[in-house]
């Protein structure tokens, strides 16, 4: 069995600010771990992904995360908030050759 | 063009209607899943489909049905539909072979479905 927890469904920072969206996950067997984006009106695109190498992942955007292991993590986060960063942020889990399971996501709001 | 198409982009219809929304993908992968999206509830998983001949129910399936016509090919059909099965519907597609570079589930643009 797998799951995800994303912690805070709504996130607001000021522009130029660190970016933290948490993600604590669950599953049996080893993770892959996911973050997606979705921008209004538009369908989900890959952030980053952790496949069991680094365990500090990079991605687009200057978006990054770190795989903890004991602590069932995998925050991401962001030095400086944009606001073209504004948009739905989704952590996803899957367990070896399980199914793609989804948090229930976090909107981030950049203020001016 | 797109790896993940799906079709129609948007459909408006009528409660009690049947409707089917299809899925085609390009990637090659045999797995294919159909999520339903709702604000605050994130992603939730309707049906999912490992093979041609291997198709299981997700979390919320009831009032759906599925069939993957071929490797490339899911589609989702709700044989009545009701209001409150109006939604943003995600087809996506991943490997079954989890390699360090094929992991992810690709999606497509989405479907916005609205039953009045």
């Known amino acids: 069995a797998q799951s995800v927890t994303q912690l805070g469904s709504h996130v607001s920072v000021s522009e130029g600010a660190l970016v933290l969206l948490r993600c604590n996950y669950s599953?049996?067997?080893?993770?892959?771990l996911f973050w997606y984006v979705q921008y209004p009106n538009q369908g989900l695109q890959l952030l980053l992904k952790y496949t069991s190498a680094a365990t500090l992942v990079k991605g687009i955007n200057g978006f990054e995360a770190e795989f903890k292991k004991s602590e069932t993590s995998f925050h991401l986060t962001k030095p400086s908030a944009h606001m073209s960063d504004a948009a739905e942020y989704f952590c996803a889990v899957r367990g070896g050759y399980q199914k793609v399971t989804f948090g229930t996501g976090t909107k981030l709001q950049v203020i001016p | 063009d797109a790896d993940v198409t799906q079709t129609p982009r948007n459909r408006i219809t009528k409660t009690g209607k049947r409707i089917m929304l299809e899925c085609s993908q390009t990637?090659?992968?045999?797995?294919m899943y159909w999520y339903r999206q709702d604000p605050g509830l994130g992603l939730r998983l309707i049906y999912y489909s490992f093979d041609v001949k291997d198709i299981n129910k997700g979390e919320i399936s009831d009032g759906y049905s599925v069939s993957r016509q071929a490797q490339a090919k899911f589609s989702l059909s709700l044989e009545s539909a009701i209001p409150n099965q109006t939604a943003l519907y995600f087809c996506a597609t991943s490997d079954s072979a989890p390699t360090g570079r094929n992991t992810e589930a690709f999606f497509g643009q989405g479907t916005r479905l609205t039953v009045v």
């Open positions: 990637k090659g992968h045999d797995r």
């Open positions: 599953s049996s067997v080893p993770p892959y």
